[in-house]
């Protein structure tokens, strides 16, 4: 009995021991598979048992998904000893498919994983065996801890194959849409690590290959290549050498670059050459004052602007939106899908013009329409609104996947999510899978926000961001060679030129509402200067006149529609008003005095302007009303000039040199009761071009030393303390102009309480007027993101029809939720609930006395409820040390609280 019981045990060892070691996972037979060999991790900074435990993970998890059979490790290792094949060099596509042909795979799995600061960095790409190329493509970055990569692992992996996925729905259309064949050159590192350099490229490939019409080689396989031909790409550095690459490679685009490091700031610079020609077709450059783990965005953004555009005349692109799961056609040409409504469909590199759109969902209805591209724009079809559920309908079954709520202050900011544009602030984003997501929060006025947030499965993670203003200052310097008009933040950071001319740029304006400015270049005719206006992050720049031998001082309306300028003219100078899209030039009434330095009031009302008029220099102000002037200054031993309006358009600074000594002044006038006031009294050879900040709180201005170096300094302008130098060059920094203020909009909102009843339409336009009524009152409105000017209850008019995103908060309360706004009388009647958030707080030992904010809450173990933000707690027992300490509770989760108090 125990030799037969022996027997059995030795049987079933056997028979688990040759499972083991079979070749392949076994799946149910009804399920459809494919075939995969998976490569270790090639990893640069990076442990090699690092990379090989994560490849491990990565089989696990592609065996999770159920659609895939896995080539067994000692079948892989066998297969290459026999094909004398390096199986810890098999990184490229040649290698790779010579070994999933020996073993009947369909499929081959790589990645690349790399380490820079405290950044990781994992690129995956699928390979067809029988095709020979690289099918999907994905690369994402993780700002954490070497615990979390099993996570970042997963999540690329998904993203892999939900790529795959979708070329398996639309395989039957694949070659449609042609590809040209782009090669990337590793970039040449300076000041950086091999791996950082490693990282950036790898995050070029993968954004490049996500274009539909780019095949781009990737970076083993064309090592190989280069290999194989005795080709060295150590010191290939030149067009002419890319050139010669590239025909090895057998591409039509081959991208160099580099990438490099000089104190904090980061430098990436990427030019395309043609294989055929040897030219350089596209060329893009830019400084980065950042962390190295924030440059992906910025990177990714570079090989757009390189490629896009530049290429096959493709210029245009287009966003597509759809509510529900939906397949998108040009032309009756398929294009992509659509997967859910936060994830859109963006299409680039089109061919500016009209196009036929249609949209097949998947409930069986479509939506077309007609789109025009325009050379340079992305439009979106037919809205770029989000929609958002109810939060208070959003439990149990309902939160069926991750969500993630994000606040700003202020509201309105651009949400990108791994890159994606997802609407502005306060937004909610639901049916999300588990992972980490890239969060970046643009606003124009703010420093960028970059945060990589993990949401669990099944959980709502709420970001709340106060986004760092970043109070813009456009100059101009010569540090590049000629002047050319940079900007900069007023602490500092972020210096990036706006202008690349062969000419001179200079004496550049802010729009009112900072979204571009105005400036004189004698670009077209080095005789002549003449107005040109650019968006503040384009390369491009219209010329708004071409009449005027000489142009000066251009200066904006409050409205942002006109701008003031001084033009000389067939000997003769003038002041004159053109509009923002360079029509419409018109002459001010004649004034007699010899003007310079004109500038528009803020408030649009009164122009300020130096005069030499009876031989002295003063500042005048003219009355737009009646054309009538007046002088402010009477400084009769002294030049005054340079005059800059207080945006509250009662004070001007201005610049006053002495005739009998050497000190220049910066003095404050105040034009509403006379009083004058000196901020800056000093011995320097000059000083000139004041500048006020946004809330009037500082003076930026130019002063030149001895040795005729120009730099720029700010002070406060109510005493000149606190003198900061902004720049430090050999050469010429100066004409500073400090953004403005945010505009205040006009309020169309009645103030009284709307009387209900039935409202005015708008058929032409399909647009409605809604009341908005709740309770308590006096609740902040957002609608898709824009904050209205009144509080509930409130009347809000010409608003489209259709789905909203609606926010109402107050210091207490807050709802989220759509309205649905429809012909008809709209009266939305809502109910606030508080801004609440668990806290639940496990000690050791247990029965400490939780105090918040000087309440007594019970003992530990201990859940309760607090209004969401920072609260001061204590915890005290006795025989042990009290302890205090800050928590910040954030809204709509639970916040856990693990305590460890000391023996006294």
């Not at 290792?77 to 070994?99: E, N, P, S, W, Y």
């Not at 597509?320 to 994830?343: A, H, T, W």
């Not at 740029?505 to 200067?529: E, M, T």
């Not at 803020?602 to 220099?617: C, T």
Request: negative net charge; charged residues 25%; glycine residues 6%.
């Amino acid at each position: 009995m125990k030799s037969y019981r022996h027997n059995q045990l030795k049987f079933l060892f056997f028979v688990l021991i040759v499972f083991c070691l079979s070749s392949y996972h076994i799946y149910p037979e009804n399920q459809e598979q494919v075939k995969v060999i998976v490569m270790d991790f090639e990893s640069f900074g990076v442990p090699e048992v690092t990379a090989t435990y994560l490849t491990d993970k990565l089989r696990g998890f592609l065996l999770d998904s159920g659609q895939y059979l896995i080539v067994s490790e000692e079948t892989t290792q066998k297969t290459a000893r026999h094909k004398k094949l390096d199986i810890d060099d098999c990184f490229d596509d040649g290698c790779v498919t010579l070994l999933g042909e020996s073993v009947s795979a369909d499929k081959a799995l790589l990645g690349t994983l790399s380490k820079s600061g405290a950044s990781y960095l994992l690129t995956l790409r699928m390979v067809d065996i029988k095709d020979k190329k690289v099918t999907s493509m994905v690369t994402q970055e993780c700002l954490c801890s070497e615990e979390m990569l099993p996570i970042l692992v997963k999540n690329t992996l998904n993203n892999l194959l939900e790529s795959e996925r979708k070329i398996l729905a639309g395989q039957d259309l694949a070659g449609k849409i042609p590809k040209l064949k782009i090669a990337l050159m590793d970039l040449q590192d300076l000041g950086v690590s091999e791996a950082a350099a490693y990282s950036i490229s790898d995050v070029i490939r993968s954004q490049l290959f996500a274009h539909n019409f780019i095949d781009i080689i990737d970076r083993s396989t064309m090592n190989k290549i280069l290999k194989e031909n005795d080709f060295s790409l150590a010191d290939c550095t030149s067009s002419e050498c890319a050139q010669q690459v590239g025909k090895l490679l057998n591409v039509e685009k081959i991208i160099l670059g580099t990438f490099g490091r000089l104190g904090r700031k980061y430098s990436l610079s990427l030019k395309m050459v043609d294989t055929n020609s040897g030219e350089v077709i596209a060329a893009v450059g830019k400084a980065f004052y950042c962390q190295l783990e924030e440059l992906s965005s910025y990177v990714k953004f570079l090989a757009d602007k390189l490629v896009v555009g530049k290429i096959s005349g493709k210029t245009a692109g287009l966003i597509v939106f759809s509510p529900l799961e939906s397949r998108v056609y040009l032309e009756d040409e398929f294009r992509g899908e659509i997967k859910n409504s936060n994830q859109p469909l963006n299409l680039v590199g089109l061919t500016p013009g009209i196009y036929n759109l249609k949209i097949d969902r998947i409930d069986g209805t479509e939506e077309t329409g007609s789109v025009i591209l325009r050379e340079g724009e992305s439009v979106s079809f037919p809205s770029s609104r989000s929609i958002v559920p109810d939060l208070s309908k959003t439990k149990g079954s309902r939160l069926s996947a991750s969500a993630l709520a994000l606040i700003s202050h202020p509201s309105g900011a651009s949400i990108f999510i791994n890159g994606i544009y997802k609407g502005v602030t306060p937004l909610l984003l639901v049916d999300l899978e588990p992972q980490f997501y890239e969060v970046k929060l643009l606003h124009k006025r703010h420093k960028e926000s970059v945060d990589y947030i993990f949401v669990p499965e099944k959980k709502l993670v709420s970001i709340e961001k106060f986004l760092r203003p970043a109070e813009q200052i456009l100059f101009v310097s010569d540090r590049d060679g000629n002047r050319e008009i940079y900007r900069i933040d007023s602490d500092g950071d972020n210096l990036t030129r706006l202008t690349y001319e062969k000419q001179d740029d200079y004496s550049p304006a802010w729009a009112p509402d900072g979204s571009g400015y105005v400036f004189i270049s004698n670009r077209d005719n080095p005789l002549k200067s003449n107005l040109y206006y650019s968006e503040i992050n384009s390369a491009e720049a219209v010329a708004l006149t071409n009449e005027f031998d000489k142009v000066y001082s251009p200066s904006f309306n409050p409205t942002g529609n006109e701008i003031l300028f001084l033009g000389l003219k067939d000997e003769e100078k003038n002041l004159y008003v053109i509009d923002k899209n360079g029509e419409n030039l018109r002459r001010l009434k004649d004034i007699y005095q010899e003007i310079v330095m004109p500038s528009w009031a803020p408030n649009g009302r009164q122009i300020a302007f130096v005069s030499d008029h009876m031989n002295s220099s003063e500042i005048f102000l003219l009355d737009l009303a009646d054309m009538k002037s007046y002088p402010i200054t009477d400084n009769y031993n002294a030049w005054n000039g340079y005059p800059a309006w207080n945006y509250n358009s009662k004070q001007i600074a201005y610049i006053s040199k002495g005739f009998t000594d050497d000190y220049d002044d910066i003095i404050i006038k105040d034009t509403v009761s006379g009083r004058e006031k000196v901020i800056l009294d000093e011995l320097i050879v000059a000083i000139s071009d004041p500048s006020w900040s946004a809330d009037g709180r500082q003076i930026i201005y130019t002063s030149v030393n001895a040795e005729g170096n120009s730099d720029l300094y700010i002070i406060n302008s109510g005493d000149g303390s606190n003198k900061v130098r902004l720049t430090n060059h050999v050469g010429y920094d100066g004409e500073p102009a400090w953004m403005p203020p945010d505009p205040v909009k006009k309020n169309l909102l009645p103030t009284a309480k709307p009387t209900i009843g039935k409202v005015k339409k708008f058929r032409e336009f399909e647009r409605a007027t809604i009341i908005i009524e709740y309770e308590p009152k006096g609740a902040d409105v957002y609608i898709d993101g824009v904050k209205y000017n009144d509080v509930t209850p409130i009347t809000i008019h010409n608003l489209k029809y259709g789905l909203h995103n609606i926010v109402l908060m107050t210091e207490k309360y807050i709802k989220w939720g759509l309205i649905d706004v429809r012909e008809g009388d709209n009266l939305f009647n809502i109910s606030l609930q508080k801004k609440k958030s668990v806290v639940e707080i496990i000690s050791e030992p247990l029965g400490v006395t939780v105090y918040a904010d000087g309440r007594n809450m019970g003992t530990t173990p201990l859940t309760f409820s607090v209004m969401w933000g920072l609260h001061n707690f204590r915890f005290s027992k006795s025989g042990y040390v009290t302890k205090e300490q800050s928590f910040y509770a954030e809204p709509l989760k639970m916040n856990k609280i693990k305590l460890l108090l000391e023996k006294m």
